[in-house]
Every structure is written in structure tokens, then in C-alpha cells.
């Protein structure tokens, strides 16, 4: 693992790549490092200074390629390959994520999902077919399940991720609205969508009269 | 505006936010911020740093009272106000939204939201009903509605946001596969999910066999 390279700056790679995207839909082959900071009203500095842990990109005075950074980017981010995940807890946050496109333009297939709810346990939705939580370790396991993305209440999450690093999943992605903790097995990113909101509010308290 | 603090030192405050109120759930009063970023498995000079922009806070050699530092850090954020807020597209992840309880602990409160599928307009769903989007800027001037939550597909995004830009709302927090770009009028933050699973995979990329 590259420990050099700042959290943030991995996270920001995705958002560069989603922006190199929008360009070449617009057939636009190259973009400066301040064009692509512009659009994403990011500084140009930062910009240059992430893409520099990966690599030399672009000719100086020219800009990137977009088609190739995007290609590099990808791989830099693991989404040249292909991952297999598990949605633990169906409810609307959870098949909102079963159903979310842009996972499997990442490479990443969400294959099985898990519930309590017995209406939901053993129907299929979307070709994602529901099992009961009490066969977590069995079915992740059968399908060789990579990735678990967790949307399960805040009290039952810690006991899901406890189940889950006894299994051989290699990484979760927690909506569930605690803090997770880390095992040396296993590693976890946390989303917090009241972070977002207070990214806006932050700014709002100035605005108001 | 404080132009001055890096965006994502804002989005930071939150995970600390939440850290010391999981302290202050286990009794614990004071905080070195050692503790707090070992807890979030950052860098102490970080957070060190991201709380100086707003000042100073706690003892040397003592850490940080964790009660007084929630306060001041929901202050920062504007977070010990109250918001209305409306999710516009009411499927699945709108409805996770709308009934996210993390939301209404920051102060937001979601009003309203809006949808076109008729089996949903004029419906009540947990107190919050659901307008035709054709009612957009009506509602949002009578509801006072200050932030808007966007769900909707990819394609109908940008024309949301240009029907909002009319309106008097503050702030978008966008979820559609797509950057939004801000007018000089309203602030934008865009969410990607995409973003939090493609860290993941940078690592996982290093395990794979």
C-alpha cells in the first residue's frame, strides 16, 4: 500500500476523472491542468500536486490528454478490474446503492444483498437477489464477495462489521452512521452525508440575514 | 465567506464533529488531539491544523474539552441553526434522504420533496408530502425552503438546478452522476458515491492476488 499519497488526494482523483469524462463527451481531447481545476473550482496547484504522486501527466505549455489520463486514472484507482460487492441492509438507502450505475461503470458488481425483512429475503430486485442476514458468512463466501457496503441501522452495524471481518472481505463501505473501526484485515471508509450538508450550512450562516 | 479555509478542512470538521460526540457518549470529557485523530486514523498535525483556522482551542498538554469543542465546532458549521430543506426525486435514495435522521440532528429539516410519477403526488410519506415537480417554484417560495436535495436521474439534473437557480434557494446538495456547476447564486456541493468506493479499490488493488 502507497502511504505516501494523502487520503483526500486519492479521494480527489475520482472527481478529476469524473470531470475528464464530461470533456471528452463534449469531444474535447485536451484539457490544462486550470481548465479542469476551473470546472471543478478546485485550485490548480492542488490539481497538479495529486497527479504528481502517480506520475508525469501532459506536456507542460499543452495540457492532458484527456482519453489517456482517463485510462491512467482509472488504474491508479483499481477501476480496470473487476470487484464483486454485497449490500447489507435493503431498505431505501440500500437498494438506492443495489441499483447506482455508476458502481458498475467502476468495475465494481453488486452481485447479492442481505435483510432481515422477511418479505424482502429470497426475492430478486433487479437481478440482485435478497438473503437472509443469517447467511452473511455462507453466501459472502459461495460468491466470493469482495466488497460489503453496509446501510444497516447504527445499532447493528458494528455487529456486521465484527461478522464481516471474520469472513474474507476485504473492504466496507459504511453509510451506517457510526465510525467504524478498522482491523488490521479489513479496511473501511465511512460516508457521511452530514458532512456534505455541513460543507453547505458552513457557508449558508454567512449568507443569512 | 471565508475564503481562507480549504474546502475539504470544512468537510473534515464533520467527521470530527461526529468522533467527539462518540467520545462524549463514553463519558470521556477531554481529548488530546492525538486521541481524536488516532480514533480517525488521521494525521494529529492535520487536525491540529484544521481546527486553527477557527481559532484555539483547548489546553497544551491538557487536549480538548470534548462538550465545549462540539459547541464551538456546530457553531462553525452553522449547524446550531435550523434549515428547511427539500429533496427533489422521491425514489429510493430520496427517500433514504428524506427520512435520514442525521439531517434533522444538524438542524436540517426536509419540508418537502418533489417527484413526477403520479402514484407518489400529493402523498404523505413520514410527514413529509410530495409535491409534482411542476409545483417546484411555488412550493419552495410558500415552504421558505432554503437547501435543495437533488436525486433525480442524470438527464434531468442540470434543468433542476437552472429552475433553482430562480428560486431563492441557498444551497444544492446534488446526488445525480453529475457536476453541477454553481452560478454566482447558489452553492453547490455534488456527491459521489462513486468517489468513496473507487478509494476503496485503490487499496484493494494493492491486496489482490
Not at 485550485?43 to 492532458?64: A, E, I, P, T, W
Not at 435493503?90 to 458498475?104: E, I, V
Not at 437477489?129 to 447504527?154: H, M, R
Request: proline share 2%; charged share 25%; hydrophobic share 40%.
Amino acid at each position: 500500500m502507497n502511504k505516501k499519497v494523502p487520503h483526500d488526494a486519492i479521494l480527489r482523483l475520482s472527481f478529476y476523472l469524473r470531470a475528464l469524462k464530461n470533456f471528452e463527451e463534449e469531444n474535447i481531447k485536451v484539457v490544462s491542468s486550470k481548465q479542469l481545476a476551473d470546472f471543478l473550482k478546485i485550485n490548480h496547484h492542488q490539481l497538479r500536486k495529486d497527479l504528481s504522486y502517480f506520475g508525469h501527466f501532459g506536456k507542460k505549455g499543452v495540457g492532458y490528454p484527456c482519453s489517456a489520463l482517463i485510462d491512467k486514472i482509472k488504474t491508479i484507482l483499481g477501476l480496470d478490474k473487476t470487484w464483486s460487492a454485497a449490500v447489507i441492509g435493503f431498505g431505501n438507502l440500500g437498494r438506492a446503492l443495489s441499483f447506482y450505475k455508476g458502481f458498475r461503470e467502476q468495475g465494481v458488481y453488486i452481485k447479492v444483498a442481505f435483510d432481515v425483512d422477511e418479505k424482502k429475503i429470497n426475492k430478486e430486485y433487479n437481478g440482485i437477489k435478497v438473503y437472509s442476514i443469517e447467511q452473511l458468512e455462507k453466501i459472502i463466501k459461495k460468491e466470493d464477495i469482495q466488497i460489503a457496503i453496509i446501510t444497516v441501522p447504527k445499532y447493528a452495524a458494528e455487529e456486521i462489521a465484527n461478522r464481516l471481518s471474520k469472513c474474507k472481505i476485504k473492504a466496507i463501505l459504511n453509510f451506517a452512521p457510526i465510525n467504524l473501526v478498522t482491523s488490521s484485515q479489513i479496511l473501511i471508509q465511512n460516508v457521511d452525508f452530514g458532512c456534505q450538508l455541513a460543507y453547505l450550512t458552513y457557508h449558508l450562516k454567512f449568507l443569512k440575514p
